[in-house]
């Protein structure tokens, strides 16, 4: 069984892949061979994810799982919920549901407007879409004085040319923040390299019917010198992935990063490594976090302890309690 939290959290990360790929398209035999239907239905309650008007071309047979069979409307179909058939050479003809039939669509702009929602941006503006399926604009905040302008962008390393034109166009330089779907690290060499962008799932979370967004001033604010001071602290884990020990830079691996976030988010209360395995969509049974631990001993043993039973909480020292 799967909690409500990592089941949210594994639907971001399912969404975020599926918008950064050049249709944002999901055939629907995908959706019930993913083995992750109970997923795609919550994406699909919370209307991220819609059926298109596109019918499969053809569909992985339920029955054998074996012969493609070709969706058609079902003439005898009395009923709305079986209204195509398809053929199969071994099994005969098969009911399928528009779910089963039809593509399956991300919806961006829908996040974009999570996204506007969950930083209060909808009462005073309007999400535009500036580049078509790459690029909305959600709106404006004042952040310690500055105008900022709000993004949202899926796939920008393959339009960073064309994003980076409409953002000189629209926005004073350094005056734009854009959440994205892409992975950042690939900017690093485009046109977007300068660029004020963050990755959405550092800052984004799915609650309810939306977002709740979480440290996108630590991106406003930006790293600041570091690089001199002796300072040990986790303030830099979701803008940078690392961990600061004596002034030192630690990378974290996602999955040390994904544990020092439930440690953080605990705020320095026990969890138990069960809760730690469901979060990290790990199976409980084979989850051992001695093979984590012992690969990032410095990391843990800086900010980390442990009664040795299966509990870790975040040292008290490390702890933010107020976070803005
Ligand atoms: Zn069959």
């Avoid at 019918?55 to 709305?80: F, L, M, S, Y």
């Avoid at 604009?137 to 952040?143: A, D, K, P």
């Amino acid at each position: 069984m799967v909690g409500n939290a990592a089941l949210n959290d594994q639907s971001l990360i399912e969404l975020s892949c599926l918008l950064e790929q050049d249709v944002p398209h999901l055939a629907p035999d995908a959706v019930w061979l993913s083995g992750k239907p109970v997923l795609y239905a919550h994406l699909q309650d919370m209307g991220v994810l819609t059926l298109s008007h596109d019918v499969a071309g053809n569909v992985v047979c339920r029955d054998c799982c074996n012969e493609t069979i070709r969706p058609q409307a079902n003439p005898a179909a009395g009923k709305a919920d079986v209204g195509y058939r398809g053929y199969c050479r071994d099994c005969g003809w098969i009911d399928l549901t528009r779910e089963q039939a039809h593509f399956w669509q991300a919806q961006p702009l829908k996040i974009a407007r999570w996204l506007a929602s969950a930083l209060q941006l909808n009462t005073r503006f309007v999400v535009e879409p500036v580049i078509d399926g790459v690029l909305w604009r959600l709106g404006e905040i004042e952040h310690r004085r500055k105008r900022r302008t709000l993004f949202f962008g899926r796939r920008l390393p393959s339009s960073a040319d064309a994003v980076h034109a409409k953002l000189n166009a629209l926005v004073a330089p350094g005056a734009e923040v854009i959440m994205t779907t892409s992975d950042i690290e690939q900017l690093s060499n485009s046109a977007l390299a300068d660029r004020l962008v963050v990755p959405l799932r550092a800052v984004a979370h799915i609650r309810k019917a939306g977002f709740v967004i979480e440290n996108l001033d630590a991106y406003l604010v930006g790293p600041g010198a570091v690089e001199t001071s002796d300072e040990t602290s986790l303030r830099l884990i979701h803008t940078q992935r690392v961990a600061l020990i004596g002034g030192e830079k630690h990378k974290l691996s996602p999955q040390v990063f994904s544990f020092l976030k439930i440690l953080e988010d605990a705020d320095g209360d026990e969890v138990h490594k069960r809760h730690i395995a469901e979060a990290l969509g790990v199976e409980a049974a084979t989850f051992r976090t001695a093979d984590i631990v012992k690969r990032h001993r410095v990391v843990f043993d800086t900010f980390v302890e442990s009664d040795h039973k299966g509990s870790y909480w975040l040292k008290p020292d490390f702890v933010i309690l107020e976070r803005r």
